[in-house]
């Protein structure tokens, strides 16, 4: 079974990690036995020292010559990353981001299913989105603890969201997927991860400000 | 004036870069003249020899024992992510995640204009979002061109994604702001982002699954 071999590594080796299984997943699927850390790295455009240098933070997965073996890797890879199992999620803010998320068909195919949305509207309480129901927020506490959810999305405006999250720590949440563009502060034990959209139109800001093609290769 | 000394930086640089960029900003508004690479990281959470190598790409901004201007390393950063200009943006799709963006109140802040969003669905079309038009799809390539719009974010369906980053391509976009969970081909010069939600759920999940403080010390 893989191990962590070493606690230093980059932030951004995870999120790798998540490309590789990904790309192993469907390999394995299409009966591929093999594939080299060359191979594997044209297929994603990542460098395939890097692949290796990712991989070996977690194992001694590739054998010299022989390339990686996709299903002993994939299976590695979804032990790894915590995807063996399926994780209940819910959305805070039943707006229209909030909708968007319920609906984005990728987080139930990577294991993530969203079970509830929460809201104080009259209007969006007891409503659901594609089935999902949208409960009353002083029904959160209840929820979470009936439901063993482990994590929630923030898809509140930003004047809403350090209150949301305050709830969430004091209903057992233990971790915290945030889109509202505010720095949320939690004294407990919970991992709070805050995805801010724009630095991403920045990144292509950047991209279209130095057209040059040489810089863009190293990027993408 | 900054340059660009090297070819061969991270992709995270420009991440990072925006992060720096935001932090200094905001000293600068609250008056502080120079900060070290030492102060900055701990404010940021970032090592202080990941701020001065990701500087190191762009030019020679601090003063030794000195620490860095702020109001000039601001000015410079600003120009470096091209944001020393305002960008009018389309929003594709006029469903809830584009309303979700259309409404989305920093990317204004950090110079992304929304101005219009684009659907086919004849009771979406003619309504606005808090004052920005949605448009049919047929005024694309005439609203482009009149408005010199060169980014565009795509937030339609994951089966109309390839069709409409087409005409997006046809109608002289440069680049693009992929929201649907699919890989998106463009044959001509133009630049693609795509933004997959689920790597975030998948690392809070790689987190829950160790639950180590040493290891999430070293990621948050």
Redesign the interface.
């Known amino acids: 079974m893989a191990r962590?071999n070493k606690?230093?590594?980059p932030?951004?080796t995870?999120?790798r990690?998540?490309?590789y299984f990904r790309a192993l997943d469907e390999l394995s699927k299409r009966g591929i036995d093999t594939i080299s850390s060359e191979a594997l790295g044209v297929k994603l455009n990542v460098k395939s020292s890097q692949i290796r240098k990712d991989l070996s933070y977690f194992g001694d997965f590739g054998k010299r010559g022989m390339g990686y073996d996709v299903k002993y890797l994939t299976k590695e890879l979804r032990y790894?990353?915590?995807?063996d199992r399926e994780?209940p999620?819910i959305v805070m803010g039943a707006?229209?981001?909030g909708?968007?998320?319920a609906?984005?068909?990728?987080?139930k195919?990577?294991?993530?299913n969203i079970v509830a949305l929460f809201d104080v509207s009259e209007e969006r309480v007891g409503k659901d989105v594609d089935g999902i129901k949208i409960l009353h927020l002083n029904e959160l506490e209840k929820f979470i603890g009936e439901n063993n959810v482990?994590?929630a999305?923030i898809a509140v405006p930003?004047n809403a969201a350090q209150d949301v999250t305050n709830l969430l720590v004091d209903a057992g949440i233990?971790?915290?997927?945030n889109f509202a563009?505010v720095s949320l502060k939690v004294e407990k034990?919970v991992?709070v991860?805050s995805?801010?959209?724009?630095?991403?139109?920045?990144?292509?800001?950047?991209?279209?400000?130095?057209?040059r093609?040489?810089?863009?290769k190293?990027?993408?």
Chains 1, 2 share one sequence.
């Not at 195919?109 to 993530?112: E, I, R, S, V, Y």
């Not at 233990?174 to 997927?177: G, N, S, V, Y």
């Open positions: 962590i606690y230093k590594f932030k951004t995870i999120e990690l998540s490309y790894i990353l915590g995807l994780w999620v707006g229209h981001f909708i968007a998320i609906q984005y068909t990728m987080f195919k990577h294991g993530f482990e994590i999305i930003p233990k971790a915290i997927l563009p034990d991992r991860l995805v801010d959209l724009t630095t991403k139109l920045e990144a292509l800001a950047y991209y279209m400000s130095y057209t093609d040489k810089l863009w190293v990027f993408s």
